[in-house]
């Protein structure tokens, strides 16, 4: 089973870069610099301002604004953690036959000059880009450009990891020993554990409910546990208290928790670090892609503690500052030979460091693809039976494409006595990149939640929190019946609550306060006034309504004339196109930067008191696109505490074929306080 397994998400995953590879190229060579900073994809207008010595031979590119073109930094959708390739904008260069060279700067013999790095800051006036030390030489020719710029790319560093991965599974042969394994190629039954149970006596958090205490208990006795947490059922809560009660249990126990992204571990050690010890903790991975709450953990951080090599990294910095003012060659070869030796010297302090950080610590947290990083798995090659982990945890389970979950189980094999996943298959699933192949799509898809339900259709190792502590019950309903079949209960704290119990919000002052006692409000914009339209500007064909854009400013501004702050205020689309249309109206011309606007993406796992979703399809063809991906639907409509306001055109559901959004539709008119907005109202 292995090999099939491993070969079957081998041509996936080559297929999938082929694909990333191929769209992003498209993009950097079709596009001018300019468009592509109007799509996001680059950042114009910048020079060198520094570079400096990182951990473990990397360097720190720092970059500034030409503040003769502009003050500010335009960051688009460029953010920390991205991989970026820094290149010089157009400059007459002289290349070989002396002609003058209208192509961004070249090297002597035409090629194009450039650095990848990973972006490690970003502010308005500054971008820190963390470089290999092998760009070095590259990297301090950029002084003398007037300006520079950068371009996203593809990450195509996480791809080979997933391939080497199963490249490495589909070699096991049988029997696999690792018993966790064993469960994952289905080479082993799932039996629960009913003999001499350690049951947990006194739980260290008293608000826990019934279903949180019983996957807990289960997981501290079984050696697969899926943990599933619909919105807002407290899965973080539940993790938090059961990585305690491990510790308790086995004061040698040592845990490895792993995510899909960064922000996914983050949020597990902020609310781990003040219940733990902290020197038990440990957090790797690029410090660029660190809360900053969580850089004290980061290897950077702790091992720059280290006297002697806080010492010998100030002395390499020193030494490339001395760099930039020499003159002759001979003298720069020196230097940079000396700076050689130093970071050698250096390299090898650094990782006696942090191999004793490692050991010294108990729950180490990184993303799935930073848990097979060399630091980590340095300590194998010196014995490879050394006793790393006994747990492994993977939260947010159900958006990471399985291959990246394989990445922990294969590079710390024979390892864990234990596997724990928390995540939920009705939420956002991976994003996948490949659309010309349903194969490829499914196979990527299919998360290791969905999968292990598959092979083990009793499900026992699945423990369903039941209790949500978001949304008022109105919101919650069509999700808990459609989703979960009808077994989610709202807590009586958050049941019947509503944006009018919000302390701004002054019943007394407003004659008409109607929109603030209501959970459920839709705005159905059918008729052929509201109609969609496509967006040229952007280079993926997105579409956008600019009725529903008048229509939710129409709706914030009597929320905020009923003291409905701000920040308790968030609007979602599924379109890019169209969040664009809000931000450049609500930030821009209303002047509202505290009301949050995003694509359903950008709020996963976040909630606010009022969510206004604007669905945008709105055409004769009753066309709904990617609106009928249901589970990324399922996250937009429970994402708000107190009031759930839709704008969209009730007969497109109705008649676009999906099932899904006929239900939704059908049920909301039944459930909610449908309004049918004039356009001469609006526009
Ligand atoms: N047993 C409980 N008693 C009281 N509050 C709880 C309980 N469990 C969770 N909560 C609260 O519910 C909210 C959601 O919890 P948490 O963030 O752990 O859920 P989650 O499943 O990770 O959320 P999502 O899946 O929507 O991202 C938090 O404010 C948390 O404090």
């Known amino acids: 089973m292995n090999k099939e397994l491993a070969s079957k998400f081998l041509s996936s995953i080559n297929h999938e870069r082929d694909q990333d590879i191929q769209t992003t190229s498209r993009l950097l060579t079709t596009l001018s610099i300019q468009q592509l900073v109007q799509n ?39 953010k920390v953690g991205d991989i970026v390739l820094i290149r010089p904008t157009k400059t007459k260069t002289k290349n070989k036959s002396g002609a003058k060279s209208g192509k961004a700067s070249d090297d002597s013999n035409g090629e194009q000059v450039e650095c990848s790095g990973v972006i490690y800051r970003m502010s308005d006036t500054q971008i820190t880009i963390s470089l290999e030390e092998s760009q070095d030489a590259i990297a301090t020719t950029f002084y003398s450009y007037n300006s520079l710029y950068i371009l996203k790319t593809t990450n195509v560093v996480t791809y080979k990891r997933m ?274 192949d349903q194969n490829v799509i499914h196979n990527l898809e299919t998360t290791l939640f969905d999968r292990l339900i598959k092979i083990f259709p009793k499900k026992e190792m699945v423990k369903f929190l039941n209790v949500q502590y978001r949304m008022n019950e109105k919101i919650m309903q069509f999700s808990s019946h459609s989703m979960y079949n009808g077994k989610l209960l709202a807590d009586a704290a958050v049941a019947n609550r509503l944006l009018i119990d919000l302390p701004t919000v002054d019943a007394a002052s407003s004659s008409d306060d109607a929109d603030t006692k209501l959970p459920l409000i839709w705005y159905d914009t059918q008729g052929d006034e509201f109609q969609e339209t496509e967006d040229e500007a952007t280079i993926l064909g997105s579409k956008y309504n600019e009725g529903e854009v008048a229509i939710v400013k129409e709706h914030i501004e009597t929320l905020r004339s009923l003291n409905v702050p701000q920040d308790s205020i968030g609007v979602i689309s599924p379109y890019n196109a169209q969040v664009s249309h809000l931000k450049k109206l609500i930030h821009d011309e209303l002047k509202l930067a505290d009301i949050e606007i995003s694509t359903v993406d950008g709020f996963q796992g976040r909630e606010k008191d009022v969510i206004i979703l604007s669905l945008v399809r709105s055409n004769e063809k009753f066309e709904v696109g990617f609106l009928k991906e249901e589970r990324r639907l399922n996250v937009a409509m429970t994402r708000p505490r107190r009031q759930l306001v839709v704008v969209g055109n009730i007969e497109v559901l109705q008649r676009c074929g999906n099932k899904y959004l006929k239900c939704w539709s059908e049920w909301c008119e039944e459930n909610a306080d449908v309004r049918y907005p004039n356009i001469d109202d609006y526009l």
Request: aromatic content about 4%; some cysteine.
């Open 40 to 78: 996001g994809l680059a950042i114009n207008n910048i020079h060198l301002e520094n570079i400096r010595s990182g951990l473990i031979g990397k360097l720190y590119m720092e970059l500034g604004p030409n503040l003769a073109i502009n003050g500010e930094i335009q960051r688009g959708d460029i």
């Open 163 to 436: 391939e080497s991965t199963m490249r490495k599974l589909s070699e096991f042969n049988t029997p696999i020993q690792d018993k966790i394994i064993q469960y994952l190629v289905h080479e082993r039954p799932f039996i629960p554990n009913t003999s001499n149970l350690q049951k947990i006596e006194s739980f260290l958090n008293p608000d826990l409910n019934d279903s949180q205490k019983i996957a807990i208990n289960f997981a501290i006795n079984n050696d697969l546990t899926i943990i599933h947490g619909p919105p807002g059922t407290g899965k973080t809560f539940t993790l938090i208290e059961l990585i305690q009660q491990l510790l308790i249990k086995h004061p040698e126990e040592r845990i490895l928790i792993c995510g899909p992204s960064n922000i996914s571990v983050d949020t597990i050690l902020e609310r781990l670090t003040p219940l733990v010890s902290n020197n038990l903790l440990l957090r790797i991975g690029h410090p660029a892609r660190l809360l900053d709450s969580n850089k004290r953990h980061s290897l950077d951080i702790l091992s720059k503690k280290n006297t002697i090599v806080r010492d010998i990294s100030q002395e390499i910095d020193k030494l490339i500052q001395e760099n930039k003012k020499m003159k002759s060659y001979k003298q720069c070869k020196e230097n940079w030979n000396e700076i050689k030796l130093l970071r050698r010297d250096l390299k090898k302090r650094e990782f006696k460091t942090i191999k004793d950080l490692i050991i010294q610590s108990r729950v180490v947290v990184t993303t799935l693809h930073g848990s097979s990083s060399r630091e980590l798995c340095s300590l194998y090659r010196d014995d490879p039976n050394f006793k790393l982990f006994d747990t492994l945890i993977i939260d947010e389970v159900s958006q990471a494409m399985e291959p990246q979950c394989w990445i922990p189980l294969i590079s710390h094999q024979n390892q864990f006595q234990k596997l724990i996943l928390a995540g939920d298959n009705k939420q956002l699933p991976p994003t996948i990149k490949t659309e010309d």
